[in-house]
């Protein structure tokens, strides 16, 4: 992907303003959940689409500590263990205790993510309903892969804070290369200049 066609990134004020504003929508926990998952997860809008409650849920049935994404629900064969956001896990506690009143819900097979009319949604609605979303704030110039591409650039800013490297977060990216992580990381003028300084 060319440089200048490259989803934009959010800034916490917009992640914010998207999270509450799909909240108010039809089904609000739902598209939280969604927004969330790409956004505090990392995950494309196929992974999203293709999540189960048996990899975000533990042996208990409660959410697990890690999303276990296979490698079937994954782009190609990216499948990996994403550390849970406490914000994605309360939210998904929220979703599934909703979803446990449901007749049709089995915990090790449902997908989390549904439509009113089937058991699980496509990675094309998943995409519909960002471009809409963003239409609706005037986000011009976001997409679904806004949040993935914000939480591999938070991810690279923040990494080596906690004792961790570009491969961490190619690993949480589920990237086949270093190569393909660093080009969805947006470059910083401001701290460009002051690791110069530091030279």
């Not at 066609?5 to 039809?26: H, M, S």
């Not at 949040?147 to 938070?154: D, K, L, S, V």
């Not at 961790?164 to 660093?182: K, P």
Request: glycine fraction near 8%; hydrophobic fraction near 40%; proline fraction near 1%.
């Amino acid at each position: 992907m060319a440089l200048g066609k490259q989803a934009k990134i959010l800034t916490k004020k917009q992640i914010d303003q998207l999270t509450w504003y799909v909240g108010t929508l039809r089904h609000g926990v739902r598209n939280q959940v969604i927004v969330m998952l790409s956004v505090k997860a990392g995950l494309r809008a196929k992974e999203i689409a293709s999540l189960t409650w048996a990899m975000v849920t533990d042996a208990d049935g409660d959410i697990a500590d890690v999303i276990a994404l296979t490698d079937k629900a994954a782009k190609g064969r990216s499948g990996r263990i994403i550390p849970m956001n406490m914000q994605l896990r309360h939210k998904l506690e929220d979703l599934l205790d909703a979803k446990r009143a449901r007749d049709d819900f089995d915990l090790a097979s449902s997908h989390v993510i549904r439509t009113e009319r089937a058991s699980r949604t496509s990675p094309q609605a998943v995409v519909n309903m960002f471009t809409r979303w963003y239409t609706d704030l005037g986000l011009a110039g976001c997409s679904s892969h806004s949040g993935r591409r914000t939480f591999i650039t938070n991810a690279a800013k923040k990494i080596s804070t906690v004792g961790g490297s570009l491969r961490d977060v190619q690993a949480l990216a589920g990237h086949s290369s270093l190569t393909v992580t660093q080009r969805y990381i947006e470059a910083e003028g401001e701290a460009q200049r002051k690791i110069v300084d530091l030279m």
